[in-house]
DNA sequence: CAGTGGTCTAGACCACTCT
DNA sequence: GAGTGGTCTAGACCACTGT
């Protein structure tokens, strides 16, 4: 039998807020420690129940939360999930990507040069490195039906992504998100985008088929794993009459 | 004594979806049919619990779905209010508006034109008017400390507008929605905006005092009222290299 | 002070998934 | 059939707002 490890005093929540908030922070902790991981269900209600000694409507109350944030994900019959964040929600989704058949679809990829340096300042700082730390260095075209949809530059840390120096370049697939998590062991948990209007330079044209000088829309975004830690920075530049964002308010 | 009209069988809602959901169609009925109207608090919790004879729990589930979409609004003590939308998360607020004191501000209103005139067929269709219909066609220049923001051609429906056009153009203030609710009695309750990259012509690059073919960053809008009747389009020309855009991927 | 929403409990029963 | 999350109930007590 564990020891019941009462929510109500531990954790460094400050005491004074609800019972569900500081379960909430108690779970996060879970995740960002890793002791819960996408795949396996996490312990059932009625387990937190008897762990934390709170009413089954708190625990209840602490997922739903998380479950509104996007970060836990519940299925009926089988258990409650850390989710993995959906890519497909990035503003690159906002460019026109439908195929010849006329159905959305993720883009192929096609990686120009994969190749170690060292980190500029800018991406020393975005990437929280060590003074004179290397950084993996890749330019890639994605396209759908052979059209040029972005042209993307990333900078991952050398020292937690050494293994794609040893992969063939042609050899990592369409999306690199599953690479990282398969060969480097590094996982996504969030992202920030930022989108801007730039003008393109001769690469970005050359690789986009459009003339030098036209606008592009430019998506900064920097990607951190479930610590926090910052894994990936990457700028994609698209051809901005391709763009198109729609937002509701309510 | 009012009759409690019991939500489980009435209200044309599927009577196999949780009670929750069907009260919360319930409410949204309310609101629609004008019942419910922002700045008077809606029923409290216990009388609802009477009134549809379900457990107090069950209404405040189907509240908090209400207030999670941002359409209620809970306030300790006072009581649940129908929320007037925030247009301040329009797409807008993503060009760099502050004052010289660095405070984010409403831009001033320049109306330049308010006038009534025959609807196009794409005004027709997009506000949902008879054939024939007229429309009040309204151009004006947003401002901050005198440096223009965007050049904005809106239109209205001429019936539901009319009292617009006996008010001096100058009389309206810096945002229009406090005017149409208090001179036209038109509440605005959601609004979907799109947002595109275009190129500026000879008038907005004029209003925006930019070179002709610059490129502008362009924002439609449609503005429905509580019962989703389409009441405003609006589209908005800004300079692109004032934008910036960000989202979070959880 | 009365009345509102906010938090928390304790349990019943249902619907779904997997074996 | 066993175990999961989903719905619903009934009530206690707290915190905040207005008078």
Chains 1, 2 share one sequence.
Not at 2 to 25: E, F, H, M, V
Request: net charge negative; with cysteine.
């Amino acid at each position: 039998m564990p020891q019941a490890r009462s929510i109500r005093g531990i954790n460094g929540s400050d005491s004074r807020l609800p019972l569900y908030q500081r379960l909430r922070d108690e779970f996060l902790l879970q995740i960002a420690e890793g002791h819960w991981v996408p795949g396996t269900p996490i312990p059932t209600e009625a387990e937190m129940t008897r762990e934390y000694e709170v009413a089954i409507g708190t625990v209840r109350k602490a997922i739903d939360t998380l479950v509104q944030d996007g970060i836990l994900d519940r299925q009926q019959g089988r258990g409650t999930f850390v989710r993995r964040p959906e890519f497909t929600r990035s503003l690159s989704r906002f460019f026109r990507q439908v195929d010849q058949q006329g159905n959305t679809c993720i883009p192929e990829s096609d990686i120009l040069s994969l190749e170690s340096e060292p980190a500029s300042q800018h991406v020393r700082q975005a990437l929280a490195l060590k003074a004179r730390a290397r950084v993996i260095h890749l330019e890639r075209v994605r396209r759908i039906d052979g059209k040029p949809l972005f042209h993307e530059r990333i900078w991952l840390s050398e020292e937690r992504f050494a293994a794609l120096l040893d992969t063939p370049k042609d050899a990592l697939g369409d999306l690199l998100y599953p690479a990282y998590e398969a060969l480097c062991g590094q996982l996504i948990a969030h992202a920030q985008e930022t989108l801007s209007v730039g003008i393109a330079d001769a690469l970005t044209s050359a690789m986009l088929g459009i003339p030098v000088e036209t606008p592009v829309m430019v998506i900064d975004r920097i990607a951190t794993g479930f610590d926090g830690t910052p894994l990936e920075l990457r700028r994609s530049y698209g051809i901005a009459s391709d763009f198109r964002y729609q937002i509701d308010i309510a």
